[in-house]
């Protein structure tokens, strides 16, 4: 068990070797009724929310590690950071809303923020080399085609360590 109740026992995810590696991650109110706390685990990635409408599939691992085969979900890798998108605010089984969700994989990486085309930043909340950008405006950004929105991972100086495309990499 993670710190913070996130329970791995239901989780799709390969089985614990060392539980003391599982550290604790960000967490935040998504709506006024949905929280998420994620946790990480090398290239694991783990994310449970709880309230009214959380999904039937928490908690969720995403496994950020390099992967043959099939495209999987979306996901995004960098040097510095790696993202993917979680799905939230479930109604009737299904949801459109999204926050953004990764792995800070630089010590030095102090914020990230998601860059748009014609509207404001979106800082990420980090913790425990995890981080989240959720926002009601997020549902829109697309995953193929011209790049609009970027990730940019900043040091404590300010300076830019990254600047990731926010698309599906082939």
Known sequence: MLQD??????????????????????????TPHERVRLGRYGKLLVWHTTGDRASVEDPFVFDFTPQEGPVRDFAVFGKNIAATRMYYDFADGASGTIAVVGLVEDA???????????????????????????????????????????????????????????????
Request: proline share 10%; glycine share 10%; no cysteine.
């Open 108 to 170: 030095h990486i102090a914020s990230v923020v998601l860059r748009r085309d014609g509207m404001p930043d979106l800082a990420a909340r980090i913790t425990g080399g995890t981080f989240l950008i959720a926002g009601p405006d997020l549902t829109d950004l697309p995953e193929r085609g011209p790049v609009t929105a970027v990730l940019v991972a900043r040091d404590h100086f300010g300076n830019v360590r990254e600047e990731l495309p926010y698309q599906q990499q082939d």
């Open 5 to 30: 109740g996130i329970g791995l026992a239901a989780a799709d995810a390969p089985p614990i070797v060392d539980p003391e590696q599982w550290r604790p991650g960000a967490h935040v109110d998504l």
